[in-house]
């Protein structure tokens, strides 16, 4: 499996996920991986193609329908030596599995003083925007968020995917890397040889004056695309993409808030319990002199997402929410 590239110079998201994978086996022996028709089938979503072909059965496992056995294995092989990459299908199925991963796999390192690790990375396919029903389209990164020992990482680039997945396979931590299903399609420029970006680290992906808007992963070009409509009303929004939850890079969102003092969080997690509430609260404790204007939080309703597609868009934050939120802060 070649670096995947097209004759234009771009790399898919989807193509991300595999080519990351792939540098980081190719680096690393000791990196397997393991899921539910990830061999000869390439995943699902088609995001482990070409990995059997290249590495093998001894690198690639095919696993039963069992989220337990997937996550349990992962833990055993990283706790004696491998560097496991395990897939669950749907973020939604983290629930199938979630004594290892609130129980188990965090608690290893801090139980046992630091003599034992469990260096593993669960993927898993993120998220709502395809109709995929009630129990296959949440965005669960926050559930991840309320146990302490899980990193969790959610790139909304293909360069991204590429460099966070190599931060998340050399961590020592076990880490939690959500593939949004909307964004699997898009597409950006690949990144260099040897590209690694830090767990933990925001990126400003659109500089502005007037508003900062956080988003992660699918929310990020829901934001870029809010942005560019308000611009040509003469309001402009600095767009942070967090890229992580843990660790929470909220020293780049005080330094955009110092400059434009006023902060909307775009967040597809339902807004009970959202990523954003506790972005907000470190703000409201760390922050507070730099806001001019009341905190906005744009975030998914508290309801099962239904399959039809207007219903679907009624329930997951939009541009046009997105838009009303930012103009009426501008305004406030």
């Known amino acids: ?193 040897g590209h690694v970006v830090e767990l933990g680290r925001a990126a400003v992906v659109r500089e502005g004056a007037d508003v900062t808007l956080v988003a992660l992963a699918s929310m990020v070009p829901v934001g870029l695309r809010a942005a560019a409509q308000l611009a040509e009303e003469g309001i402009e929004v600095e767009v942070v993409d967090l890229r992580s939850l843990v660790p929470l890079d909220t020293a780049t969102v005080l330094a955009s808030l110092a400059g434009t003092s006023r902060l909307v969080t775009v967040e597809e997690n339902p807004y009970q319990g959202g990523w954003g509430a506790t972005l907000v609260s470190v703000v409201a404790d760390e922050g507070f002199s730099l806001l001019d204007a009341p905190v906005r939080r744009v975030a998914g309703e508290c309801v099962p997402l239904p399959f039809a597609d207007a219903l679907e868009e009624r329930v997951i934050p939009t541009v046009d929410k997105v838009v009303a939120a930012v103009r009426s802060l501008a305004a406030y």
């Open 1 to 193: 499996m070649a670096d995947v590239k097209t004759d234009r110079g771009v790399i898919t998201y989807r193509e991300a996920v595999a080519e990351g994978i792939a540098r980081e086996m190719r680096r690393d022996a000791a990196v397997v991986c393991l899921g539910e028709d990830i061999g000869e089938a390439g995943g699902v979503f088609k995001t482990t193609a070409g990995l059997l072909k290249e590495f093998g059965p001894e690198r690639v496992w095919d696993t039963p329908i069992s989220e337990q056995a997937i996550v349990g294995a992962a833990m055993g092989a990283a706790m004696t030596g491998m560097r496991p990459v395990a897939e669950i299908m749907f973020s939604d199925f983290l629930a199938c599995c979630w004594d290892y991963l609130a129980n188990e796999i965090p608690k290893v390192r801090y139980m046992t003083g630091g003599q034992v690790t469990v260096p593993l990375v669960v993927r898993t396919a993120n998220g709502g925007g395809l109709g995929f029903g009630a129990q296959h389209s949440q965005a669960t990164e926050n559930w991840a968020l309320t146990v302490p020992g899980l990193k969790i990482a959610a790139p909304a680039t293909p360069a991204d995917v590429i460099g966070m997945m190599a931060a998340a396979i050399r961590s020592d931590d076990p880490v939690v890397f959500f593939e949004h299903k909307g964004l699997l399609a898009s597409k950006g420029a690949p990144p260099p040889p």
